[in-house]
């Protein structure tokens, strides 16, 4: 009974996944355009009418796979994330991380191995991020009182030293918003901190690894030379010992001598 419309949800997922991929990208030239721009008039209203009806295809794609989950209520409570950004206004940004399904699609189009499909992913991740939050943070604080974080290329400074944790504090944000939005950086820069600094161990231990696998298979074959030669040089002596030996095991020429027999037995 679940198998059916199990395979239905995956169908549709598989189905959007490059066109919702490729929405979200249309969503974040419009965000950054109107963000970094500071449109008004007409040009802002286009940019707004464009992410409202991506936010709308977004909407009927959630309602759409909960319709289709086998089990909605567990369907439902495992994917709270999606609904926040849905219906939440200050989560729309994060409707951008879906560009991370593209990603994800080329990493199992390109067959690469795990370890590269987390390292696309954490590095996609961290650039994706860090321009929302700098999108984001700018849109909060451009025009508070005491705002330091008024222009685009402060704002991804500030973006940047946040997600990295260093925090200079040259910049910071001053609104509510901003402060959230430093939070989720800062909480998102230590994930994606801990799964680069794993994935790196994690490649630094499978080259050493490798490398030691490759020097015991070395060492194994030249044992196997040495063997042979060995075996190729015991073959040679014990044909020379042979050799020399056999003088010794023929017949005694004293015996060929006439009377020689004679004078043996009488002695």
Do not use: C
């Amino acid at each position: 009974m679940n198998e059916y419309p199990q395979s239905r949800l995956a169908r549709w997922e598989h189905t959007t996944e490059w066109p919702l991929a490729i929405v979200s990208l249309i969503f974040l030239g419009a965000y950054a355009w109107e963000i970094i721009a500071d449109l008004q008039g007409p040009a802002r209203t286009a940019a707004e009418v464009t992410m409202n009806v991506i936010w709308a295809v977004f909407v009927i794609d959630y309602v759409i796979r909960l319709v289709l989950a086998p089990r909605r209520g567990h369907w439902f409570f495992h994917h709270l994330f999606d609904l926040a950004i849905v219906v939440l206004p200050f989560f729309r940004p994060l409707r951008l991380l879906r560009v991370l399904t593209l990603i994800g699609t080329l990493q199992r189009t390109a067959g690469a191995a795990l370890r590269g499909r987390i390292t696309i992913y954490a590095t996609g991740g961290v650039v994706l991020i860090t321009l929302v939050g700098a999108l984001t943070a700018l849109n909060a604080e451009r025009g508070a009182p005491g705002a330091t974080i008024t222009t685009f290329p402060r704002a991804v400074w500030w973006a940047l030293v946040t997600i990295t944790t260093v925090g200079y504090g040259d910049v910071s944000p001053v609104t509510p918003s901003g402060q959230l939005v430093a939070v989720l950086l800062m909480t998102g820069g230590i994930a994606l901190i801990g799964v680069v600094s794993a994935t790196l161990a994690s490649w630094i231990i499978s080259s050493v690894s490798e490398e030691s696998e490759e020097e015991e298979e070395t060492t194994r074959q030249l044992i196997a030379e040495l063997r042979e030669q060995i075996a190729e040089l015991n073959g040679k002596l014990d044909a020379v010992v042979v050799r020399n030996a056999l003088p010794a095991r023929g017949p005694d020429p004293s015996a060929h001598i006439p009377g020689n027999s004679g004078r043996t037995a009488g002695s």
